[in-house]
T-cell receptor, first 112, second 114 residues
């Protein structure tokens, strides 16, 4: 089944403890992206990747890192999480930059 | 950067009636305008999109119109059904019809009253 998966789906952590949220797609998509969703703010793009080893900042990249070593995976790294990074995170992918975006199921992160 | 405003924030319509959601954008270079639907507790899903070289696009009961001069675009849902109840997000991109640099509106919660 063609899909975008994220792990973990739920995470409660403490300030400063490094964490990684994984994103994987099995559709051989070139383009992948990370968003955060906060009440009243809609979706905001964190980082995106046009292909392997090609990444760029979205609108809210501060405090986040990404890597794209393989086509199928696009992990989101929080080196030192802070409470203002408490949010619902979505990964998305599309065949290419102009293709239809498919979203993962979301990861709800709470930073205490 | 781009700024996208979306109105109304909540909308209730009687089943069978039409619903219209409006968005305005600030960057005249924006040229790609997708609409996403997000049901409660679910992931966003693309329902329709429009590129700046056309003024209107229709897919069954949903349509999107674009006015580049006024810098606004709208989602129209006709003959609404209970399954249309969801939060709808508009977005705009200024990167040659691409998904990168997508700026989203703040969402409209649409409730269909049976």
């Amino acid at each position: 089944e063609a899909q975008v998966t994220q792990n973990p789906r739920y995470l409660i952590t403490v300030t400063g403890k490094k964490l990684t949220v994984t994103c994987s797609q099995n559709m051989n998509h070139e383009y992948m992206s990370w968003y955060r969703q906060d009440p009243g703010l809609g979706l905001r793009q964190i980082y995106y990747s046009m292909n392997v080893e090609v990444t760029d900042k979205g609108d809210v990249p501060e405090g986040y890192k990404v890597s794209r070593k393989e086509k199928r995976n696009f992990p989101l790294i929080l080196e030192s999480p802070s409470p203002n990074q408490t949010s619902l995170y979505f990964c998305a992918s599309s065949l290419n930059r102009q293709g239809r975006q498919f979203f993962g199921p979301g990861t709800r992160l709470t930073v205490l | 950067g781009e700024n996208v405003e979306q109105h109304p924030s909540t909308l209730s319509v009687q089943e069978g009636d039409s619903a219209v959601i409006k968005c305005t954008y600030s960057d005249s270079a924006s040229n790609y305008f997708p609409w996403y639907k997000q049901e409660l507790g679910k992931r966003p899903q693309l329902i329709i999109d429009i590129r700046s070289n056309v003024g209107e696009k229709k897919d069954q009961r949903i349509a999107v119109t674009l006015n580049k001069t006024a810098k606004h675009f709208s989602l129209h849902i006709t003959e609404t059904q209970p399954e249309d109840s969801a939060v709808y997000f508009c977005a705009a991109s200024r990167t040659n019809f691409g998904n990168e640099k997508l700026t989203f509106g703040t969402g409209t919660r649409l409730t269909i009253i049976p």
